[in-house]
C-alpha cells in the first residue's frame, strides 16, 4: 500500500495568463562524448564567445533564445549561495550562512522578502505548505542558528535537519531540529496524505569522522507529521549497499569509494527514485517510503567518478545522472578533460517492476571550452516541461553557465541554448558560477555562488509548450507528475 501523494501539475490552456576555499574540499569527486550540436541551433551573436573563444572576465554572453532579465545580486560577497525551491510566487535560496526568500510574482523584477541568518553548509533547501527544510552538513557546536563550527571529532558536534514554519514570509521561525548520521549534505522531500518524508543523504569525505566511517551504507528516514512538524524524528536507516558499495580506488582508480549517497531524486507518482551515491547510481521502489527497496545498481568506472545527482525525463523511462568530477572545484571543462568525464550520463529504464534495468545510452557534456581558471562540471537542473514525448532540461555547470539541452534522442544529446559569464578571475581558480538552474513557470532561475540570483527567458520553439505549465510549488528532487 502506498502513502505517496503525487504531484500533478495542470498544462496551461491557451488563452490563460501564464511564474569558498572551505567549499572546494566538502563537494567532491568521472564521461563517450556528446554529439555536437548543429551549428544551425547555436548561432553566435557578435561579441559573444564562439566555439574556441572565451567571454572577458565577468562579461555575460549566451545564445540568442536567451534573454537575461535581471539579477538580484548577493549582499555578501563572502556568501555561497547554493540550492532553490519554489512555492507559489516565491523562490526560496539557500546558502551557507541561511536562507533568503524572494517574491517572484514579477521575474523582471524579484523582491528580496526577508534574509535568514542560519550557518551550516550547505543548507540544502526545500519547502512544503508552511515549512521550510535546511540540510546542515558541516560540524556545529549545537543545533541553533548561532552556532559555530567545530571540529566533528568533538562530542557535541551537530548536524543534520532544521524545520522552520515560513507561514510569515518576513519572519520564519525555527521550530525542530532532527538530528542524522553523518549530517545532511542533501535532503528529498517525499509527499504523504498525513505525513512528509525526508530522504538524508550523507557520506563521508574522511572516515576519520566518527558519524561517517563505514558502513555508512545507506539514508537515513525522517518522518515529519504535518500537523505536528516539532515531533519530526528519524524513523529508519535503510541500508541500500549491502555489499558495502564501490571499493573505489585503488580497486577502481579515480573512482570515489561509496560511503553514503550524495542526492536522491523522487518520482512519487511513480514510486520511484533514483540515487546518485558516490560510486554508484542506483533505482528504487519507494511504494513503502519507510523502506525504499533497490531495483537496480549501476557503476562506471571508466568515466564517472562521483555519482552526484539525478533527474527522471517525464515519462519516467531515462534518468540523467551527473558526475561531479573534482568536487565542483576543479576545472573540468578544459580541453584537457575532454567530453568524457566531468559529464550527464543518459540512461534509459527498460523492463518492468523488478526486473526495470538501468542501460546506459550516452554522456552529455557542454561543447563550449571553459578556461583553466574556471570550476566548471556538471550540476543541479530539472526538466523543463515542453510534453510531446520531447526530453529536454536545463542545467548549472558553474562557471560553465546555464545550459539548456535536448535528451529525446538518447544516444544524441544536444544543447540548443546556453548563458554564461566570464571568468570570475583570469590568474587563478577561484570558486563561481551557477549551482542551480531550474525551470520554474515561465522562466529560469540561476543561483549564482557569488553574483547572487539569475532570471532567463528562454523563446525556442521547442520549449514554447512549457509556457502553458503552470506550478503551484517546485522541489526539483521530488519531481511533480506533469500533465
Same mark, same amino acid.
Given at each position: 500500500?502506498?502513502?505517496?501523494?503525487?504531484? !500533478?501539475?495542470?498544462?496551461?490552456?491557451?488563452?490563460?495568463?501564464?511564474?569558498? @576555499? *572551505?567549499?572546494?574540499?566538502?563537494?567532491?569527486?568521472?564521461?563517450?562524448?556528446?554529439?555536437?550540436?548543429?551549428?544551425?541551433?547555436?548561432?553566435?551573436?557578435?561579441?559573444? +564567445?564562439? @566555439?574556441?573563444?572565451?567571454?572577458?572576465?565577468?562579461?555575460?554572453?549566451?545564445?540568442?533564445?536567451?534573454?537575461?532579465?535581471?539579477?538580484?545580486?548577493? #549582499?555578501?560577497?563572502?556568501?555561497?549561495?547554493?540550492?532553490? %525551491?519554489?512555492?507559489?510566487?516565491?523562490?526560496?535560496?539557500?546558502?551557507?550562512?541561511?536562507?533568503? /526568500?524572494?517574491? /517572484?510574482?514579477?521575474?523582471?523584477?524579484?523582491?528580496?522578502?526577508?534574509?535568514?541568518?542560519?550557518?551550516?553548509?550547505?543548507?540544502?533547501?526545500?519547502?512544503?505548505?508552511?515549512?521550510?527544510?535546511?540540510?546542515?552538513?558541516?560540524?556545529?557546536?549545537?543545533?541553533?542558528?548561532?552556532?559555530?563550527?567545530?571540529?566533528?571529532?568533538?562530542?557535541?558536534?551537530?548536524?543534520?535537519?532544521?524545520?522552520?514554519?515560513?507561514?510569515?514570509?518576513?519572519?520564519?521561525?525555527?521550530?525542530?531540529?532532527?538530528?542524522?548520521?553523518?549530517?545532511?549534505?542533501?535532503?528529498?522531500?517525499?509527499?504523504?496524505?498525513?505525513?512528509?518524508?525526508?530522504?538524508?543523504?550523507?557520506?563521508? =569525505?574522511?572516515?576519520?569522522? #566518527?558519524?561517517?566511517?563505514?558502513?555508512?551504507?545507506?539514508?537515513?528516514?525522517?518522518?515529519?507529521? !504535518?500537523?505536528?512538524?516539532?515531533?519530526?524524528?528519524?524513523? @529508519?536507516?535503510?541500508?541500500?549497499?549491502?555489499?558495502?558499495? $564501490?571499493?573505489?580506488?585503488?580497486?577502481?582508480?579515480?573512482?570515489?569509494?561509496?560511503?553514503?549517497?550524495?542526492?536522491?531524486?523522487?518520482? =512519487?507518482?511513480?514510486?520511484?527514485?533514483?540515487?546518485?551515491?558516490?560510486?554508484?547510481?542506483?533505482?528504487?521502489?519507494?511504494?513503502?517510503?519507510?523502506?525504499?527497496?533497490?531495483?537496480?545498481?549501476?557503476?562506471?568506472?571508466?568515466?564517472?567518478?562521483?555519482?552526484?545527482?539525478?533527474?527522471?525525463?517525464?515519462?519516467? &523511462?531515462?534518468?540523467?545522472?551527473?558526475?561531479?568530477?573534482?568536487?565542483?572545484?576543479?576545472?573540468?571543462?578544459?580541453?584537457?578533460?575532454?567530453?568524457?568525464?566531468?559529464?550527464?550520463? /543518459?540512461?534509459?529504464?527498460?523492463?518492468?517492476?523488478?526486473?526495470?534495468?538501468?542501460?546506459?545510452?550516452?554522456?552529455?557534456?557542454? =561543447? +563550449?571550452?571553459? @578556461?583553466?581558471?574556471?570550476?566548471?562540471?556538471?550540476?543541479?537542473?530539472?526538466?523543463?516541461?515542453?510534453?510531446?514525448?520531447?526530453?529536454?532540461?536545463?542545467?548549472?555547470?558553474?562557471?560553465?553557465?546555464?545550459?539548456?539541452?535536448?535528451?529525446? &534522442?538518447?544516444?544524441?544529446?544536444?544543447?540548443?541554448?546556453?548563458?554564461?559569464?566570464?571568468?570570475?578571475?583570469?590568474?587563478?581558480?577561484?570558486?563561481? *558560477?551557477?549551482?542551480?538552474?531550474?525551470?520554474? $513557470?515561465?522562466?529560469?532561475?540561476?543561483?549564482?555562488?557569488?553574483?547572487?540570483? &539569475?532570471?532567463?527567458?528562454?523563446?525556442?520553439? !521547442?520549449? %514554447?509548450?512549457?509556457?502553458?505549465?503552470?506550478?503551484?510549488?517546485?522541489?526539483?528532487?521530488?519531481? =511533480?507528475?506533469?500533465?
Amino acid at each position: 500500500m502506498t502513502t505517496s501523494h503525487p504531484h !500533478r501539475v495542470r498544462r496551461r490552456s491557451l488563452g490563460v495568463a501564464a511564474t569558498a @576555499a *572551505g567549499l572546494l574540499a566538502t563537494l567532491l569527486a568521472a564521461g563517450p562524448a556528446a554529439a555536437t550540436p548543429d551549428p544551425g541551433d547555436l548561432r553566435i551573436t557578435p561579441g559573444a +564567445r564562439s @566555439a574556441t573563444g572565451s567571454p572577458g572576465q565577468d562579461q555575460i554572453v549566451h545564445s540568442p533564445n536567451v534573454k537575461h532579465l535581471t539579477t538580484v545580486p548577493s #549582499p555578501d560577497p563572502e556568501r555561497i549561495n547554493t540550492d532553490l %525551491a519554489f512555492q507559489g510566487r516565491y523562490a526560496y535560496a539557500g546558502n551557507y550562512n541561511g536562507f533568503t /526568500i524572494y517574491d /517572484i510574482a514579477d521575474p523582471k523584477a524579484p523582491k528580496t522578502v526577508t534574509t535568514v541568518l542560519c550557518p551550516g553548509g550547505q543548507n540544502d533547501i526545500s519547502v512544503s505548505g508552511d515549512l521550510l527544510f535546511l540540510s546542515t552538513d558541516s560540524s556545529r557546536s549545537d543545533d541553533s542558528c548561532n552556532s559555530i563550527s567545530q571540529p566533528a571529532t568533538e562530542k557535541s558536534s551537530w548536524e543534520g535537519i532544521k524545520i522552520f514554519d515560513i507561514k510569515d514570509k518576513k519572519n520564519p521561525k525555527y521550530i525542530k531540529s532532527v538530528e542524522t548520521a553523518c549530517g545532511s549534505h542533501t535532503h528529498t522531500l517525499v509527499p504523504g496524505d498525513r505525513d512528509l518524508y525526508l530522504y538524508v543523504s550523507s557520506y563521508s =569525505p574522511n572516515e576519520a569522522y #566518527p558519524d561517517c566511517r563505514p558502513p555508512h551504507d545507506g539514508i537515513s528516514v525522517v518522518k515529519v507529521p !504535518r500537523r505536528t512538524p516539532e515531533q519530526a524524528a528519524v524513523v @529508519a536507516f535503510p541500508v541500500l549497499f549491502p555489499d558495502g558499495g $564501490n571499493p573505489g580506488a585503488p580497486t577502481n582508480p579515480g573512482v570515489s569509494k561509496t560511503t553514503g549517497c550524495h542526492d536522491i531524486t523522487v518520482l =512519487p507518482s511513480k514510486d520511484l527514485a533514483a540515487g546518485a551515491c558516490m560510486g554508484d547510481g542506483i533505482l528504487f521502489d519507494i511504494s513503502r517510503p519507510e523502506q525504499p527497496r533497490v531495483i537496480d545498481r549501476v557503476q562506471d568506472n571508466v568515466n564517472f567518478a562521483f555519482w552526484h545527482s539525478a533527474t527522471f525525463n517525464e515519462r519516467a &523511462d531515462k534518468v540523467v545522472f551527473t558526475d561531479e568530477l573534482g568536487g565542483g572545484g576543479g576545472a573540468t571543462c578544459n580541453e584537457a578533460t575532454g567530453p568524457h568525464r566531468g559529464a550527464d550520463g /543518459i540512461y534509459e529504464i527498460q523492463g518492468r517492476g523488478d526486473q526495470r534495468k538501468l542501460v546506459f545510452r550516452s554522456y552529455f557534456k557542454i =561543447p +563550449r571550452h571553459q @578556461a583553466d581558471t574556471e570550476n566548471c562540471v556538471a550540476h543541479n537542473g530539472s526538466l523543463v516541461p515542453v510534453g510531446g514525448g520531447r526530453d529536454i532540461m536545463v542545467q548549472a555547470w558553474y562557471q560553465g553557465g546555464v545550459s539548456v539541452w535536448d535528451f529525446t &534522442d538518447s544516444t544524441r544529446p544536444q544543447e540548443i541554448a546556453y548563458f554564461e559569464r566570464g571568468p570570475l578571475t583570469t590568474d587563478t581558480l577561484s570558486l563561481g *558560477g551557477s549551482w542551480s538552474a531550474y525551470y520554474y $513557470n515561465g522562466h529560469i532561475y540561476s543561483n549564482d555562488i557569488v553574483k547572487g540570483l &539569475d532570471v532567463l527567458r528562454l523563446d525556442d520553439w !521547442r520549449t %514554447a509548450p512549457a509556457k502553458w505549465v503552470w506550478l503551484d510549488r517546485l522541489n526539483v528532487q521530488s519531481q =511533480p507528475e506533469y500533465h
